[in-house]
């Protein structure tokens, strides 16, 4: 049922694949531990994977906006890759999709990310 | 309108039953709940994408009983009951927190508020069911969330 959450490094960029909910007491903690290790790692350029997350409530949702200003105000870059119709959805009628910098092809995605 | 499932849907519409828990104000509790709802739409015929929203709102608002009703309290209980009057689906989640005035909810989409880390809980139930009601209950909160069956359907 919970989230499960792997971490790649390509070309500098921090991809996290997630499976499963982001949803509150289940992927939401996860998510928000993740991305506070990586800042304090200094990997700045992160890249959600959500082809594989199949349900988030509100709290995740709220979790992906928190993850996103958190990076940002490091100086840092959050997008978010490959959603799922349902996340896709939710994210259009709470006029997030246009906040977030959401890219389907994970080696254009990668691309994307300014070169230090 | 004619019935367009037949199967033995007909008995849940005459003889509409109400499925009513008392629950404790956990995690477990929620998602007891948004099964219960997903089984619900699922058995009345609903498609998919109607059973996630239905499901999701349902969730919501327990969430909300919970956490925002009543604190994770664990003198505190939700109530939660499922009812399909034949046309409708009905479910009521109710809290004993503090009350809650939806008034005073701000806009999530409003361009201040669209990078909070909350508060689209409400929003969230509102675009996915038909009709949602407030009732305070001193103390405590009840939401009552109604989809109607016609309009789950794809109509052809």
Request: glycine letters at 8%; hydrophobic letters at 35%; proline letters at 2%.
């Amino acid at each position: 049922m919970s989230m499960k959450l792997n971490t790649r490094q390509v070309d500098g960029v921090t991809i996290l694949d997630l499976s499963g909910r982001i949803t509150l007491g289940e992927g939401s903690v996860q998510l928000r531990d993740a991305i506070r290790d990586l800042l304090g790692k200094g990997q700045k350029k992160i890249l959600l994977n959500l082809a594989d997350v199949n349900y988030i409530d509100s709290s995740g949702i709220g979790e992906l906006v928190s993850a996103y200003t958190t990076v940002r105000n490091q100086g840092g870059e959050l997008k978010l890759l490959n959603l799922t119709k349902k996340v896709h959805d939710l994210l259009q009628i709470t006029k997030l999709y246009t906040v977030f910098d959401i890219k389907d092809d994970e080696a254009s995605a990668i691309a994307s990310y300014a070169r230090v | 309108m004619s019935r367009q499932h037949g199967e033995e849907e007909h008995l849940t519409g005459s003889k509409a039953s109400r499925i009513t828990y008392t629950l404790e104000s956990s995690l477990d509790s929620v998602n007891r709940v948004e099964q219960t709802a997903e089984q619900m739409a699922k058995k009345a015929g609903m498609e998919e994408d109607e059973v996630f929203r239905v499901a999701m709102a349902v969730r919501e608002a327990a969430v909300n009983a919970v956490l925002h009703g009543n604190s994770y309290d664990p003198e505190k209980r939700i109530t939660a009951s499922f009812e399909n009057t034949g046309d409708s689906l009905v479910i009521r989640i109710a809290d004993q927190g503090k009350g809650l005035d939806p008034a005073t909810l701000p806009d999530p989409l409003a361009p201040e508020n669209l990078l909070r880390g909350s508060g689209r809980g409400i929003f969230l139930i509102r675009s996915f069911m038909d009709e949602v009601h407030f009732k305070q209950l001193h103390p405590g909160t009840e939401l009552t969330l109604i989809k109607h069956l016609g309009t789950a359907q794809t109509g052809s």
